[in-house]
């Protein structure tokens, strides 16, 4: 699959890069997002896609700069390849402040580590050539350090593994009820709580939503899909509402 273009104007474009990883790995989306002269990749993943990711968001920056480089949260699916991307690029990267210690596990250089930032719990801006982007707290959706972020200008939420699909050949939701086969279940074992739904759900109305794009699977267009998605997910019932059963020794 090639990029696909989610917005643009004469100064802003979000790209969806092109489908790289195969085989056993879980499929993952990487998302640049380019301002002014400016550029951030968003959980950029792993090594089996690194070479590929790199070249792609270069040849999109052309003569800009990759600014930053944001990641949700620690999976390997995101964090893999941080010292590949931090190498190669000046970008100062960001992670949830519990899990900077954690990244260099990974094999991040010295050279490097400085320009590894921590996200606090509150979330934070990110100044990009005049635009504000919002690093959200999306705690235990599903990571205890989690983060979503949120672009003014494009009005996209990069949800992370919220709303993450697996399985199905499209790259947009145009039929929601249909669609919950691919992430109903995923969302049911992966995601905490209802109680932090709720609470994830009435913080997330306050932004002017046009698209939310998941790092697994296919994105929501237009308000009404995504108001629908965001009420799915409030009335959720999912991973210790469901689990407490599972509390049991195993049989010998």
């Given at each position: 699959m090639?990029?696909?273009?989610?917005?643009?104007?004469p100064n802003h474009?979000?790209?969806?890069?092109?489908?790289f990883g195969r085989g056993m790995a879980v499929q993952a989306n990487q998302h640049l997002?380019?301002?002014?002269?400016?550029?951030?990749?968003l959980d950029p993943g792993g090594h089996k896609v690194y070479g590929k990711a790199v070249a792609e968001c270069m040849a999109q920056l052309g003569s800009?700069?990759?600014k930053y480089i944001f990641f949700s949260h620690q999976d390997p699916d995101i964090i893999a390849a941080a010292n590949?991307?931090?190498m190669t690029t000046d970008a100062e990267a960001y992670?949830?402040?519990?899990?900077?210690?954690?990244?260099p596990h990974f094999g991040l250089d010295e050279l490097v580590s400085h320009r590894l930032k921590p996200i606090p719990d509150e979330g934070m801006s990110l100044d990009?050539?005049?635009v504000k982007l919002l690093l959200i707290p999306a705690h235990f959706l599903h990571s205890e350090g989690n983060f979503q972020l949120?672009?003014?200008?494009?009005?996209?939420?990069?949800?992370?593994?919220?709303g993450a699909s697996l399985g199905m050949q499209y790259r947009e939701v145009t039929d929601f009820t249909a669609h919950l086969a691919f992430m109903e279940g995923f969302h049911r074992r992966y995601m905490v709580s209802g109680l932090v739904l709720k609470a994830w759900a009435r913080m997330i109305r306050q932004l002017d939503i046009e698209m939310i794009a998941p790092q697994h699977g296919a994105y929501f267009k237009g308000k009404e899909m995504c108001d629908r998605f965001i009420s799915w997910l409030e009335n959720l019932e999912c991973g210790i509402d469901l689990m407490l059963d599972s509390y049991r020794l195993p049989a010998a």
């Open positions: 090639s990029s696909i273009t989610l917005f643009e104007n474009k979000n790209v969806l890069l092109p489908e997002i380019v301002h002014g002269d400016s550029g951030i990749i800009k700069k990759m590949g991307w931090l992670i949830s402040a519990l899990w900077l210690r954690f990244v990009m050539d005049g949120y672009d003014p200008v494009s009005r996209i939420l990069y949800s992370g593994d919220l």
